[in-house]
């Protein structure tokens, strides 16, 4: 998995209390019973750890938590692009 993966894993157990032991790649928010509002708690608080901005429309309760790590990545790559430049 990618470090992002477990950045993004590390932040839903130590942050919003999630049994790491239910989090795999391919589980979505939906199973572990995080709705739309999570989502924007959650991508509040990546924004402030990791300093990117993200819509709130980057992820949704059915996105895997592997991907909502692939789109946090994403973002971040492209603010360090685009610093760069």
């Known amino acids: ?8 894993v590390d932040l839903l157990v130590t942050r919003f209390e999630v049994d ?10 939906e ?3 995080m709705d739309s509002l999570f989502l924007v708690e959650l991508l509040l608080v990546v924004q402030s750890d ?4 993200l819509d709130e429309d980057s992820a949704s309760p059915r996105d895997t938590i592997e991907r909502a790590a692939e789109l ?3 973002q971040v790559n492209e603010a360090a692009a685009a610093g760069a430049s």
């Not at 998995?1 to 993004?8: G, I």
């Open 31 to 33: 199973d572990l019973e």
């Open 50 to 53: 990791l300093g990117v901005k």
């Open 1 to 8: 998995m990618s470090d992002m993966y477990d950045r993004l």
């Open 72 to 74: 946090i990545a994403e």
């Open 20 to 29: 790491r032991a239910e989090i795999k790649p391919g589980i979505t928010f």
